[in-house]
């Protein structure tokens, strides 16, 4: 048995308890762990007891962090568990938070792949392709990705993706069909489409460059 001789609140950020043990620090813990488990002085632990104590921070320091990271957007279980091992937590710890996140519906793969299609459609569309690539990336499940990804059209998303730059480009060029061609295809490569959808896309948006062109001037002279 050891005997707690000293509580000392660490004056740093975290809420942090420092428990000193027959007069020499032994840990430190969250200042929950000591409200909850009725730390104070003289109060002696087992090892058992000790160990526990020590777990239980690990875990609830685990947890925060979780939550913090999922505060930005949601991520996958992959990347969740590539933070925690980042932030030195162990395995146990990680599948622990993982499981507890999962249960409360915080954490979900095909909830975040889903996410992540939906976002990249609606601002940044790319190609099927590609945002496979990106959620394999992520550590999703290929099955996950496949269903989810399942109802991306690339035709549809390529000219989502062109429309706003080929309008840029016909704003200092509107005569130019090969410069035309080749700045926008170069474009839409890099958003994963193959030849045949880019080839489709920038000869329809060049086909249709006289109203894309009465948009762009009505844009401006709303501008003024």
């Known amino acids: 048995m050891s005997r707690i001789t000293a509580l ?7 809420h942090r308890v420092n428990v000193f043990l027959d007069g020499k620090f032994a840990f430190s813990v969250g200042s929950k762990v000591v409200s909850r488990e009725g730390l104070q002085p003289e109060q002696e632990l087992t090892v058992e007891q000790i160990e526990t ?12 962090t979780a939550l913090r990271y999922l505060a930005y957007r949601p991520r996958s279980k992959a990347e969740l568990k590539e933070r925690l091992q980042q932030r030195g937590f162990d395995t146990d710890t990680q599948e622990k938070v993982i499981s507890k996140l999962q249960q409360q519906g915080l954490l979900n793969d095909t909830e975040f792949a889903e996410y992540w299609t939906d976002n990249r459609q609606s601002f940044s569309p790319r190609s099927r392709r590609l945002t496979k690539m990106e959620l394999e990336r992520k550590g999703v499940d290929r099955d996950i990705i496949n269903r989810t990804v399942s109802s991306i059209d690339d035709e549809s998303s390529a000219y989502r993706a062109a429309i706003t730059h080929a309008m ?12 035309f061609f080749r700045r926008l295809g170069a474009y839409l490569q890099r958003r994963g489409f193959d030849h045949d959808v ?10 249709n460059r006289e109203s894309l062109s009465n948009e762009v001037q009505a844009g401006l002279g709303r501008s003024i």
């Open 8 to 14: 000392h609140v660490n004056k740093g950020r975290g």
């Open 53 to 64: 104590l020590v777990i239980t921070d690990r875990y609830e320091r685990g947890l925060a």
């Open 168 to 179: 840029t480009l016909l704003r200092y060029d509107h005569d130019n069909h090969d410069r």
């Open 198 to 207: 880019i080839r489709h896309t920038v000869e329809n948006l060049w086909t």
